[in-house]
């Protein structure tokens, strides 16, 4: 198997990926430049949470970031969703410093 095609290939497959996402994210939201204030911290925690050597992980940790904002939005005001993410960064960064 050639590695330097198969590289490629997964490159591009991300990249349209990440087109496709860049695309319902513009469907859904108003989009100025100084948005990226909003995104940036909770994809930092995504990041740090699910790790970068783990293809699963940075999924994982988006997914529980995801629901555990819906929740925050459903039960309380919605201007507390972002500071989930921080919470979740927190307690595992306390709790299991090893882990990250």
Do not use: C, N
Not at 76 to 89: G, K
Request: glycine share 12%.
């Amino acid at each position: 198997m050639d590695h330097r095609r198969l590289a490629l290939l997964l490159s591009g497959v991300g990249a349209a990926y990440a087109g496709v996402a860049g695309t319902f994210v513009a469907l859904l939201y108003t989009l100025a430049p100084s948005q990226i204030y909003a995104w940036i911290g909770v994809v930092f925690a995504v990041v740090i949470l699910g790790g970068l050597g783990k293809p699963l992980g940075p999924l994982v940790a988006g997914i529980a970031i995801g629901i555990s904002e819906a929740i925050t939005m459903a039960l309380t005001a919605p201007s507390w969703a972002p500071l989930v993410s921080f919470t979740l960064l927190i307690l595992v960064l306390v709790l299991r410093p090893d882990r990250v």
